[in-house]
């Protein structure tokens, strides 16, 4: 069964980047697109991007110009490229392609 597996979270001033990343781990991808999801302390989970694989991704308006997605193949992963990362950035960042179970998921935090 193939589990998505988040990494790349971390510690960082407000201004700052992060790359995050999303492996299909145990085979390939099983849907053609891959949705980015956020849950910040003490709030719901919430849409943030969707890679559509061969088409235009779509994001939540909060991030939109400052967040990318992409893709690479042949290591059966997908990013979500974060810059001017504000405090309100700051929550557990999943990635799931509405077929496979939620993973651990990965820690941003966007702190002075």
């Known amino acids: 069964q193939v589990q998505l597996v988040e990494s790349g979270g971390g510690l960082v001033q407000p201004g700052g980047s992060l790359r995050l990343s999303c492996v299909a781990s145990?085979?390939?991808?099983?849907?053609?697109?891959m949705m980015w999801y956020r849950q910040a302390p003490g709030k719901r989970r919430e849409w943030v991007a969707t890679?559509?694989?061969?088409?235009?991704?779509s994001y939540v308006d909060s991030v939109r110009g400052r967040f990318t997605t992409s893709r690479d193949n042949a290591k059966n992963t997908v990013y979500l490229q974060m810059n001017n990362l504000r405090p309100e950035d700051t929550g557990d960042y999943y990635c799931n392609d509405g077929l496979s179970v939620w993973g651990q998921g990965t820690k941003v935090t966007v702190s002075s």
């Open positions: 145990g085979g390939s991808f099983s849907n053609d697109f």
């Open positions: 890679m559509r694989f061969g088409g235009f991704p």
